[in-house]
């Protein structure tokens, strides 16, 4: 008995205590930024003026006039959008012929996709920059969709394929006694029992792509640079920008965070519960 | 039309034979049914008349055309999961519309069609529901409401009722075998249930290890089982098989003689065999009697009416009637 009220107390108590606490940690360095990017670049290197000093949105304005922070945030919204659906329309297919179709070789596809991500990006960097040069498609935004598509796809196939692999066989197999096409399958069937797992993948997707700064950087200038390039142009060795900088980086990381936060319903159940419960 | 006919078909999974080269014909409007032990290969073998499975060799003929490389969508059959198969995400009426929709049949048509299924199946207030706020039962006429309206060239049921509580069986048996009657398909239906087995057939399919043991109306398997496996797996309770002296009187290696054809009796007979009551199980209508004792058969059931009273230690006399053994020779067969 005494164990049971132990623990009880415990549910009531200690268990939000420890989620708010883990939620603070986690919460904290966001904080932190928009907390600086109301500084100004003086305020923010001065201990003086740790925690009390005079708000400015000087940083704000700045973003604005200087450096056209909405040319950046359009190009990440258009390249992480279209890197993610180009990523699901080819990933859709694969995994779904993975989990539903396997062959003696699916598992070591697989692992071969996997193994990719084990490659270091700093690896490929003369070759893809060579090549993006000579194809002439350096600094556009086809190269950086593609990019993103190619580095994400097999995080992408993973995650489908795990999905895919909750639907029972039977359901497939009775529409195709129904006499359903391959496409059907994937329309009629395989998305709209998978849907809950396709979500979760899509925001997943689409949180990488406009996180991403090896590539966004290093094959654009100007033209197709996103918003990661701009925080990575903001960056000055020194550290006298940071104001600046905080400021250039909560722009950028607000609207992640804002989705996130409207989209974690279904990215929790998604991530947890699978496909088809 | 719904003939189907199997031609030295083969299937392997990887390494192992699951079905050697195997020969059937199933008649247009026949209800034919495999029964076997768990793992026999009955599952493969409807599935392979489906197209779920791709056959390692020889050919597989609906309506005199070879089906073998046609995808199960294009093969006009309609199937019955054990797990019902439904569409979790489509209500009943969706479910049953389906594969109508596939075969781009015109709505009027549909509805008509759906509305004739519920109302047979008793499923007329369920049409709103999702899969998942059904019962079992219900579920289970939703899977059969399915398949009925598209018309198919022949039905395959692979063990549709086992999913179901015993009462609910004897029912959906019934409305089965109905339908079957009604509506002259083929039908092929796979079960471990001796019951289902004998009472919906027309003919038995008894597979052993992917074999095919006998091909027979339930009454020819009963009758005159071709082999040891058939006469021990048709009949319930199973039929006696004794070995030994008894059997040498026969001039056979084995014989067999049903529950049903032996009389039981508590005073001694002339010829008769002598053993000792193990249990018996009063069933009101029959009782099962379990006998100890008897050379080359330990227990030997006996079938006998539901008034005979012995109990547990009797001693009894069992005088088998001669014209109903059954011979086996030494490689199993039927010695006739
Ligand atoms: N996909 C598969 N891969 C490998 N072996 C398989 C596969 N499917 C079935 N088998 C094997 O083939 C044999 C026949 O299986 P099948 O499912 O046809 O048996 P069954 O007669 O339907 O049995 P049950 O009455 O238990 O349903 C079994 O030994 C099984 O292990
Ligand atoms: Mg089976």
């Known amino acids: 008995m005494a164990i049971v009220a132990q623990n009880s107390k415990f549910g009531t108590f200690g268990r939000p205590i420890l989620a708010w606490a883990v939620a603070l940690l986690f919460f904290f360095p966001i904080f932190w930024l928009v907390f600086t990017s109301f500084k100004t670049d003086a305020d923010a290197v001065n201990p003086e003026f740790l925690f009390f000093f005079t708000p400015t949105l000087e940083n704000y304005a700045n973003m604005t006039e200087n450096y056209d922070y909405w040319h950046f945030a359009t190009n990440s919204i258009v390249t992480s959008v279209l890197a993610t659906a180009v990523a699901l329309v080819v990933g859709i297919p694969a995994a779904y012929a993975m989990a539903f179709n396997p062959s003696r070789h699916t598992k070591d596809i697989l692992m071969w996709m996997l193994s990719t991500k084990m490659l270091p990006a700093a690896a490929v960097l003369y070759p893809m920059t060579f090549l993006a040069k000579g194809l002439g498609i350096y600094d556009t935004h086809f190269v950086i969709i593609l990019v993103l598509t190619l580095v994400n796809l097999p995080i992408v196939i993973w995650m489908l394929f795990t999905y895919f692999k909750e639907i029972p066989k039977d359901i497939i197999e009775a529409a195709q006694m129904d006499g359903i096409s391959t496409w059907g399958e994937i329309k009629e069937i395989l998305i709209p029992l998978a849907w809950g797992g396709i979500a979760a993948t899509a925001l997943l997707t689409f949180i990488f792509c406009w996180n991403e700064a090896y590539w966004t950087v290093r094959l654009t200038t100007t033209e197709a640079s996103t918003l990661s390039a701009l925080i990575e142009g903001n960056r000055a060795p020194e550290g006298l920008f940071f104001g600046r900088l905080s400021a250039v980086s909560a722009a950028a990381v607000g609207p992640i965070v804002v989705l996130g936060w409207f989209c974690q319903k279904q990215l929790v159940r998604g991530l947890s519960f699978g496909a088809v419960k | ?336």
């Open chain 2, 1 to 336: 039309m719904g003939r189907i006919v199997l031609e030295n078909v083969v299937k392997n999974f990887g390494e192992t034979q699951v079905i050697p080269p195997l020969n059937l014909t199933i008649k247009d409007g026949e209800f034919a049914v495999f029964v076997g032990p768990s793992g026999c290969g009955k599952s493969t073998l409807l599935r392979l008349i489906a197209g779920l499975e791709d056959t390692t060799a020889g050919k597989v003929v609906i309506d005199d055309q070879d089906v073998t490389e046609v995808s199960p969508s294009k093969r006009g059959l309609a199937m019955v999961f054990q797990s019902y198969a439904l569409y979790p995400h489509m209500t009943v009426r969706k479910n049953i519309a389906f594969p109508m929709r596939m075969a781009g049949m015109d709505e009027a048509e549909q509805n008509k069609r759906i509305e004739a299924a519920a109302t047979a199946l008793n499923l007329t207030d369920y049409l709103d529901r999702k899969p998942g706020q059904l019962s079992g039962g219900q579920r289970q006429r939703v899977a059969i409401g399915r398949a009925i309206v598209r018309e198919p060239s022949a039905f395959l049921f692979d063990e549709p009722l086992s999913n179901l509580d015993a009462a609910l069986r004897v029912g959906m048996r019934l409305e089965i075998s109905e339908m079957h009657k009604r509506m002259k398909t083929t039908m092929v239906y796979v079960t471990h249930d001796q019951v289902e087995a004998m009472t919906m057939a027309d003919k038995i399919v008894v597979l052993q290890a992917g074999v095919i043991e006998q091909v027979g109306s339930p009454l020819d398997l009963y009758h005159a089982p071709r082999n040891v496996f058939v006469a021990g797996f048709i009949g319930s309770p199973k039929m006696n098989l004794l070995e030994g002296p008894e059997a040498k009187k026969h001039k056979a290696k084995t014989i067999g003689i049903r529950p049903e054809h032996i009389e039981v009796s508590t005073k001694s007979k002339k010829g008769a065999w002598k053993g000792t009551v193990g249990v018996a199980e009063h069933l009101g209508s029959d009782t099962f009697i379990h006998i100890h004792g008897i050379e080359g058969c330990d227990p030997l059931t006996v079938r006998a009416a539901g008034d005979v009273a012995v109990k547990h230690g009797d001693t009894v006399y069992l005088t088998p009637d001669p014209k109903l053994i059954h011979k086996f020779d030494d490689e199993g067969l039927r010695i006739s």
